[in-house]
């Protein structure tokens, strides 16, 4: 089956960093855009950062800077490295893949990243 796994959500302090990680299982994961997406209480989902099949990135104006998307294809694995973690960026945060081609979209079950102190 299809799974997209997330992992390295933490409490963390502001200031701090932290690295997510989503393997993916059961697509050909190189034909795939990858993307991260958020989502804290009360507030709309919101994609933070993606990344093409070809490598190019976008970043929501807010993480610009200070967030990083990357994959590795022989891993299966995307990435996002957050530094300078602030609360406003305390969500669940959720690997999305799609491919256009095909018209195909999958979510992982998210992990949760809280910065507070």
């Known amino acids: 089956q299809v799974q997209l796994v997330e992992s390295g959500g933490d409490l963390v302090q502001p200031g701090g960093s932290l690295r997510l990680s989503c393997t993916a299982s059961?697509?050909?994961?190189?034909?795939?855009?990858m993307s991260w997406y958020r989502q804290a209480p009360g507030k709309e989902r919101e994609l933070v950062a993606r990344i093409t099949s070809g490598g190019a990135t976008n970043y929501v104006d807010s993480v610009k800077g200070r967030f990083t998307i990357s994959r590795d294809n022989v891993k299966k694995t995307m990435f996002l490295q957050m530094n300078s973690l602030q609360p406003e960026d305390t969500a669940v945060y959720y690997c999305n893949s799609y491919w256009s081609t095909i018209n195909q979209e999958f979510w992982g079950k998210g992990t949760l990243v809280t910065v507070s102190s």
């Open positions: 059961g697509i050909r994961f190189s034909n795939y855009e």
